[in-house]
């Protein structure tokens, strides 16, 4: 019988040397899943910057969407600080953190791309000392290079009107073996229709710390997009995540909105 030819174009890191992160008492591991494709040299100061990270009890896992230019090499280059990477041919951003979660061995993960930066090198340091007490910890995010924050804390009617900005999230392990991974439907806001969820069971526990994480990359994938599929199937989200109460809310404000804007182009008119 012949066998279907792999789609893996390179796998590596220290896991194939047999270099594992020994655990620290009192020190949960952190995994940063960093998922890319053809991401040049912003794969290259990334890495830099999660290594510049004090917190000792991390690990990096590296997942390629079968780049080809030159991102493998300069993986390659820098594998003695890469826990594991992998590079094949996916089906989007959330497929590739999906097969993050499945390689990740850390109590916490937390997901980026190539040219998202911790805004310091003390970062996982302030979130992780003392370790979280529930099961979702985040923070704030730099908005590009205007300086500002991004966005606070959340509530149930907040979320439902803008998401938590995965730069600034931070999820326990269980959370995922109880739900599984991204739901690759959503191709652009899978991880705001993962908070709905996370906010929505009371044994979650979000945790805010109010602190900057990370820089947000506004020329990312995830800046200023529309997911039509989410967008489509929020409603249901908002109902069977959070509660009927929370959709009649959101749809109260959305039409507050509408209302306020035609008042004002009214206004403008005369």
Request: aromatic share 12%; proline share 3%.
């Amino acid at each position: 019988m012949e066998m279907p030819e792999s789609t893996i174009k390179g796998a590596g890191g220290l896991r194939c040397a047999g270099i594992e992160t020994s655990p620290a008492e009192g020190k949960p591991l952190v995994s940063i899943v960093l998922a890319i494709f053809n991401a040049g040299d912003a794969v290259r100061k990334t890495i830099e910057n999660i290594c510049s990270q004090t917190y000792s009890q991390r690990e990096l896992l590296i997942v390629d969407g079968g780049s080809t230019d030159e991102t493998l090499e300069l993986i390659r280059e820098r594998e003695k600080s890469v826990d594991y990477w992998l590079s094949e041919p996916d089906r989007g951003v959330y497929d590739a953190f999906n097969k993050g979660i499945g390689l990740a061995k850390g109590d916490w993960l937390y997901f980026m791309g190539a040219g998202d930066f911790f805004v310091d090198e003390m970062v996982l340091e302030r979130l992780f000392t003392p370790s979280p007490k529930g099961r979702l910890l985040y923070g704030n995010v730099v908005w590009g290079n205007t300086g500002k924050l991004y966005d606070g804390k959340f509530s149930k009617s907040k979320l439902c009107r803008r998401n938590i900005c995965h730069q600034a999230i931070f999820y326990h392990k269980d959370l995922f073996r109880e739900w599984g991974g991204f739901d690759i439907r959503y191709p652009l806001l899978a991880d705001w229709a993962f908070n709905m969820k996370c906010f929505g069971d009371p044994h979650t526990q979000p945790e805010y710390k109010k602190i900057a994480v990370a820089h947000f990359d506004l020329d990312g994938m995830s800046a200023g997009t529309f997911d039509e599929t989410f967008e489509a199937g929020k409603a249901d989200l908002i109902r069977d995540c959070l509660g009927k109460r929370y959709l009649f809310m959101t749809q109260l404000h959305l039409a507050q909105r509408a209302v306020m804007k035609r008042v004002e182009a009214l206004l403008k008119s005369q």
